[in-house]
């Protein structure tokens, strides 16, 4: 039995403005150009979010099935994604993963995506992609104060050049 409170609930939400409540899911192809932009979006993003650049491994293998929704601020793309990559720590190659891309009502050009849970990387890779990150870390702070070496060496002979003519 429907207690009164359950009752008043329902009431209250089948009262509200579609606005609120949101609208509908409408079932989208998976060859959909928008769906298509929405996935490369967020395995795009995705990949660029591990500190250690273990996530560059992840590519889009299949979109399993997508759908749209207009919400009070955003118009989403619900997206179920294969996505590939060597590194998983379950062994496999391949892996599923649900994201929703929002694109803002107000500025289209703003787009952003949650994922319901991240990809789950082996250890040791991301041991081996940590050491490669420091490593090319230490690579590119040599460089820059080699650079940095290099212009005060030559802002100091400039410098004893000019000393030199104006003492003769």
Sequence with gaps: MVSMIQAIAVAVVCSLPLSIVGSERVIKS???????????FAV??????????????????RIKAAATQ???FH??????????????????HVESFSFVVMQSKMDGHIKSFAIDNFPVMDDDAIEIFWINMVEK??????????????????ATSSTSLLHEKDEL
Excluded: C, M
Excluded at 30 to 40: G, K, R, S, Y
Excluded at 75 to 92: C, I, Q, V
């Design 70 to 72: 207009i919400g009070d």
């Design 44 to 61: 795009s993003e995705l990949s660029q979010l591990s500190d250690t650049g273990i996530y560059t491994t992840l590519s889009l293998k």
């Design 30 to 40: 998976i060859t959909d150009p928008e769906v298509l932009d929405a996935a490369q």
């Design 137 to 154: 870390d230490r690579r590119d702070r040599r460089a820059l104060f080699a650079a940095w070496e290099s212009e005060t060496q030559s």
């Design 75 to 92: 118009f989403n793309t619900f997206l179920d994604l294969e996505l590939a990559s060597p590194h998983f720590k379950s062994g496999r």
